[in-house]
């Protein structure tokens, strides 16, 4: 999942599923357990078709990242 999760950030269990050929309970259990630790982060709010997030990693990729200001 870990790999999975680097190469795209965003994922719903439902892809991690096919991705990966783990069951589904054992997927959910891991992004729960995942989420937290503060992780991965749960981005719709929603009961079904979730999609999960992995901010910290996206957090190291975007740093240094922000524009600088005054430069034209």
Not at 10 to 31: D, K
Not at 36 to 44: D, H, M, P
Request: glycine share 10%.
């Amino acid at each position: 999942m870990h790999e999975l999760l680097q190469a795209q950030p965003y994922l719903t269990s439902n892809q991690l599923v096919a991705r990966t050929g783990l069951t589904a309970p054992t997927v959910n259990a891991a992004l729960a357990d995942l989420e937290r630790l503060g992780i991965v982060e749960e981005v719709t709010g929603r009961k079904r078709g979730r999609v999960f997030a992995y901010r910290g990693y996206l957090a190291i990729l975007n740093e240094g990242t922000t524009p600088l200001q005054g430069m034209s």
